[in-house]
């Protein structure tokens, strides 16, 4: 008997490093490309301790199904991959994900516990990841002119969306400490994160940033008559202040250039240049799908497949932005059945239906966002994060409105 408490305390405490070593990955992905070997650390622990919780924990049908699925395709993948691989780092995105998300949706209690046991980590994350962008701020390295005439903060990445999602992460545990402590400092520390997205010049992340704020909002009102008669203000001063950021010239330079219309407006027209061409290369990797075999269509065309389908469209190697058609191309629709599967059933234990209707379609919106016009699943800062977001949003209604939740673990005497 003992023992088995034993065994059971033991495989907790791998859980509680599991998620804190994924709690560093805002951190990690900060940091200059010198310094990847940090974030492939932070990767390789992750997963090394994803595999063993997985090992131990109990497991039914559809855990079994979605294990076994996600090995399938990756040596299906790999099978179909004849040239040397483009991105090497796409033999592990997808199989991370299905294996986290898979193992989150059997073992949610985790995510929550780690709110309750790791609020003093999770506030050292957010001190030592303010104290690097605030250093960072002195550097010229930290702002790039990547579109039309302005410069953009990218901190230390030397990449828009590194930065971005690294800032996503950080406003999402804003968001979780302000629900779990009551505490005003954390609605105003978000104020950092987000003002990092509009300096970033990402335009996805800042929407989903912006749809994480609403959520904050309606948090931080105990009164919700007051969310609902000031929430279209703040969308409105949300968008506003995008006119006198770098944001403004992001748009623009999409569509103009030097005062004319740019080379993208002319071949693709108006949709395709502020999409930044993505309407063009998302209908030639359809049309690749749309040629293939039966089995290619089902199981998809190998690793390299939608960079070389970009390259051809493009010039150059990179994914599809979109994660339907990168996984249609790469694992075929019993890939993206298994993907949408597995989103399914983590919306169905993390989303009960008792909450309100609006606020769920935020949450989701902010998944569907990301995965239909940047990606999702390969940004790995970003994809890791969302279960975190959607343990939050659930402890919202965990407690009375206004009231700090009190989760089970507490209750027992536990963290």
């Known amino acids: 008997m003992e023992y088995g408490w034993m065994r059971i305390r033991m495989g907790e405490k791998i859980e509680q490093w599991m998620y804190r070593a994924m709690l560093l990955f805002p951190i990690g992905t900060l940091l200059p490309s010198r310094f990847s070997i940090l974030n492939k650390g932070i990767f390789g622990i992750s997963f090394l301790l994803l595999l063993y919780q997985i090992a131990k924990?109990?497991?039914?049908?559809?855990?079994?199904?979605?294990?076994?699925?996600?090995?399938?395709?990756?040596?299906?993948?790999?099978?179909?991959?004849?040239?040397?691989?483009?991105?090497?780092?796409?033999?592990?995105?997808?199989?991370?994900?299905?294996?986290?998300?898979?193992?989150?949706?059997?073992?949610?209690?985790?995510?929550?516990?780690?709110?309750?046991?790791?609020?003093?980590?999770?506030?050292?994350?957010?001190?030592?990841?303010?104290?690097?962008?605030?250093?960072?701020l002195f550097f010229p390295s930290s702002y790039q002119n990547i579109w039309g005439t302005e410069y953009y903060f990218v901190s230390f990445t030397g990449q828009a969306a590194r930065f971005a999602s690294s800032a996503f992460f950080v406003l999402v545990l804003c968001f979780g400490m302000f629900v779990r402590e009551r505490k005003k400092r954390y609605a105003i520390g978000s104020i950092v994160p987000v003002a990092c997205l509009y300096l970033s010049g990402s335009r996805t992340y800042l929407g989903i940033g912006m749809l994480v704020v609403l959520l904050l909002w309606y948090a931080l009102w105990r009164d919700?008559?007051?969310?609902?008669?000031?929430?279209?203000?703040?969308?409105?001063?949300?968008?506003?202040?995008?006119?006198?950021?770098?944001?403004?010239?992001?748009?623009?330079?999409?569509?103009?250039?030097?005062?004319?219309?740019?080379?993208n407006y002319e071949l693709y027209g108006f949709l395709g240049a502020l999409s930044n061409s993505r309407t063009a290369f998302w209908n030639a990797g359809w049309d690749e799908y749309e040629e293939m075999n039966l089995p290619g269509k089902l199981l998809g065309g190998g690793y390299n497949l939608p960079y070389e389908v970009f390259y051809e469209s493009m010039g150059v190697y990179t994914w599809m932005h979109n994660d339907f058609l990168q996984i249609l191309l790469i694992y075929g629709a019993v890939g993206l059945a298994i993907y949408v599967a597995v989103m399914r059933a983590l919306?169905?234990?993390?989303?009960?239906?008792?909450?309100?209707?609006?606020?769920?379609?935020?949450?989701?919106?902010?998944?569907l966002l990301n995965a239909c016009w940047n990606m999702f699943y390969t940004y790995t800062c970003a994809m890791v994060c969302y279960p975190f977001l959607l343990a939050a949003f659930q402890m919202m209604f965990a407690a009375p409105q206004g009231e700090r939740p009190v989760l089970k673990w507490e209750r027992i005497g536990v963290g």
Not at 63 to 87: C, D, M, R, S
Not at 225 to 251: C, E, N, R
Not at 350 to 361: D, E, G, H, K, Q
Request: with cysteine.
């Open 224 to 263: 919700k008559k007051i969310f609902y008669w000031t929430v279209v203000p703040l969308l409105a001063g949300l968008v506003l202040l995008m006119g006198v950021s770098v944001m403004k010239d992001k748009w623009e330079s999409a569509i103009y250039e030097n005062g004319e219309k740019t080379d």
């Open 57 to 136: 924990s109990r497991k039914g049908k559809w855990e079994w199904i979605v294990y076994g699925a996600a090995v399938f395709l990756q040596i299906a993948a790999f099978v179909q991959t004849k040239t040397p691989l483009h991105n090497g780092n796409e033999r592990f995105y997808f199989l991370f994900f299905l294996l986290f998300f898979g193992y989150v949706v059997g073992n949610r209690e985790g995510l929550f516990a780690c709110w309750t046991k790791d609020r003093g980590y999770i506030q050292a994350v957010l001190a030592v990841w303010a104290l690097i962008v605030g250093v960072s």
């Open 347 to 367: 919306f169905g234990q993390m989303l009960p239906r008792t909450i309100p209707v609006f606020l769920r379609a935020i949450v989701v919106g902010v998944w």
